[in-house]
């Protein structure tokens, strides 16, 4: 006589528990996520970097050398300074960055340019290097962020 509609309390317990369970899984992994994609512009910058550096050698014989390091190592996103060696280059980020930026000369035919960057705030540093010959390189853990 009587039509039982909708689902029991267990029912819906098993349900919240499983969404639970997906949520306790997917949350970290998509934190994660955020945290790789705000690092990936650290190599794609030192590589830039590295190009604009590349072209002044061929057109003036010479590396430029930058000791000052635009930008902070920070969670938070820093406005390019400008006014740089990086200005000499002719070479500016699409906006703002994560990171700090450094080239130094190794010789007179070689050069290193640094990214670091601590996108989670951790105070634990990712760290990318190239040179003339190798490009982005990440010299820390893939993990760290």
């Not at 098993?14 to 970290?28: C, E, M, R, S």
């Not at 930058?66 to 000499?88: F, H, L």
């Amino acid at each position: 006589m009587f039509s039982k509609k909708g689902f029991s309390l267990v029912e819906l317990m098993i349900v919240v528990a499983i969404i639970g369970i997906l949520a306790a899984i997917a949350i970290p992994n998509f934190v994660e996520m955020q945290y790789r994609a705000k690092r990936s512009e650290v190599p794609g910058n030192v590589d830039g970097i590295k190009t604009a550096e590349l072209a002044y050698d061929a057109a003036f014989d010479a590396f430029v050398v930058s000791p000052d390091k635009p930008g902070s190592v920070s969670k938070k996103q820093q406005t390019w300074p400008t006014g740089t060696n990086y200005d000499t280059l002719g070479w500016a980020p699409d906006g703002k960055v994560r990171g700090s930026y450094q080239i130094d000369s190794i010789n007179s035919t070689d050069f290193t340019v640094t990214g670091t960057c601590d996108v989670d705030g951790d105070t634990v540093k990712a760290k990318y290097t190239a040179t003339k010959t190798i490009n982005a390189t990440m010299n820390t853990n893939n993990d760290t962020y």
